[in-house]
């Protein structure tokens, strides 16, 4: 027992620091086989720490690659949650809620700044799988579906959940993130949280095509 423990263990570490690793990149970094490694990463999604996503590798089959959920991310020691915290409660104690909120907007301003030049081609719906690819890029794990002249965009994993508990204005960055590459004012967009940790933005297309 206590060697599957260590496995297991050193498995879900190796996801950690290696996220969307494929099952022999895990099996060669924890030294066992991939045989072995599928036994774990099958007991592991059963759990639901870990979620397995398919991604495109050259030219043939797409491969399967595995990445912590949040629920895997609360086996590791929280000390940087901690961190953020107390850093975010320092910082709205020594600065006004309007510069607090600006210093998140601006941060997504200017992520956001790069993708100006290829926005200007793009309809919606493209702007849409940019939008998912760079919050994607940024830790959130993200599907859009349109409802008429709504979109929601589903936040499956944040990695900011935590923080965005007790702090909701870091959910500014990736408000404006949204804004910003759908062309959208704020006011357009709506952001609500459920009870299995899912957040969803509802965002009013009606002026768009």
Not at 78 to 84: E, I, N, Q, T, W
Not at 118 to 128: G, P, Q, T, V, W
Not at 157 to 176: A, M, Q, R, W
């Amino acid at each position: 027992m206590n060697t599957m423990k260590t496995t297991r263990e050193k498995v879900l570490t190796t996801i950690k620091l290696h996220s969307k690793s494929t099952i022999l990149e895990i099996a060669d970094k924890v030294g066992i086989n991939a045989i072995s490694v599928r036994h774990h990463l099958t007991n592991l999604q059963a759990e639901g720490l870990i979620i397995a996503e398919e991604e495109r590798h050259g030219v043939g089959r797409p491969r399967l690659v595995y990445s912590l959920t949040e629920k895997g991310m609360e086996n590791f020691p929280s000390s940087y949650f901690r961190l953020a915290n107390s850093l975010m409660d320092q910082l709205k104690e020594a600065l006004p809620e309007k510069e607090v909120n600006s210093i998140f907007h601006n941060m997504a301003e200017k992520l956001t700044s790069d993708y100006e030049p290829m926005l200007a081609k793009m309809n919606i719906e493209e702007r849409l799988e940019l939008l998912k690819t760079v919050l994607n890029n940024e830790g959130f794990d993200v599907e859009w579906e349109k409802h008429g002249k709504e979109c929601h965009i589903n936040e499956i994993s944040c990695p900011y959940f935590k923080i965005g508990d007790h702090h909701p204005e870091v959910c500014l960055f990736d408000k404006t993130i949204i804004s910003n590459i759908l062309d959208v004012p704020m006011n357009k967009i709506t952001h609500k949280d459920h009870d299995d940790d899912l957040c969803t933005y509802t965002i009013d297309l009606s002026d768009k095509k």
